[in-house]
């Protein structure tokens, strides 16, 4: 099992592009999980999936801010326009069924920079 | 979900039990304990997780006190590689609510 895939591991963009952040399940898996992390925050969560469908999006900063599941494998987290303030790791974790605490499987993670 | 208390930091040497503390008072019944860790710049990795019996994996044992306000997590025998964030999580388990929620954690600072 190749776990949860994320790409690209390091972003660099300029202020008012679009970012695109990828991320892919482990197989079977069928809830996902969109986290962001700077030192001063922390670990937060921004928006969770179950089944292709979200559940909550409440920690979506902005509406600048946007997340889909185009498939039950994959899902993208798009920033448009970036500001220096997104600069922060972004993971993604997939488990079966979102609503267990245990079995959440996490990406590597998307270095992003907005400069 | 409960809040959880940890310490910020903690030591420990190469080859000696790392025992990690948390506090969650206020844990209801059906509220299970989850530990995590996050080795620096990798994503958080599931540990263990229990609800009021002791429980261990090849990882670590988690310790639950009688009244459930507070556990500890034991590594048994910490490596240099067991330096790490370790989260403590309480919330409820299979049924509808929120997805883990993760506070500042202790940092286990393990030397040899």
């Known amino acids: 099992d190749a776990g949860v895939i994320q790409s690209p591991r390091h972003e660099v963009t300029e202020m008012g592009q679009e970012v695109t952040l990828r991320c892919k399940l482990i197989s079977g898996h069928n809830s996902l999980f969109w986290y962001r992390q700077t030192m001063m925050r922390g670990l937060e969560l921004l928006i969770y999936?179950?089944?292709?469908?979200?559940?909550?999006d409440s920690g979506m900063p902005e509406d600048r801010f946007s997340a889909k599941m185009p498939n039950a494998s994959f899902s993208t987290l798009k920033i448009q326009p970036s500001e220096p303030r997104d600069s922060a790791v972004y993971f993604c974790a997939s488990s079966w069924g979102w609503q267990a605490g245990y079995g959440y499987t996490f990406g590597s993670g998307t270095r992003l920079t907005v400069v | 979900d409960a809040k959880t208390t940890q310490p910020p930091s903690m030591d420990c040497a190469e080859g000696r039990a790392a025992n990690l503390p948390c506090n969650h008072s206020t844990i209801s019944g059906n509220e299970y304990v989850y530990w995590y860790r996050q080795i620096h710049s990798q994503g958080p990795q599931y540990i263990i997780h229990?609800?009021?019996n002791n429980e261990t994996n090849e990882m670590a044992s988690l310790i639950i006190t009688e009244d459930r306000k507070s556990s500890t997590l034991i590594l048994p025998h910490a490596t240099l590689r067991d330096t790490a964030v370790y989260y403590c999580?309480?919330?409820?388990?299979?049924?509808?609510?929120?997805?883990?929620?993760f506070g500042k954690g202790t940092t286990l600072s393990v030397s040899s």
């Open positions: 229990g609800l009021k």
């Open positions: 999580i309480v919330r409820v388990a299979n049924q509808a609510g929120t997805a883990l929620i």
């Open positions: 999936f179950n089944n292709n469908v979200p559940i909550d």
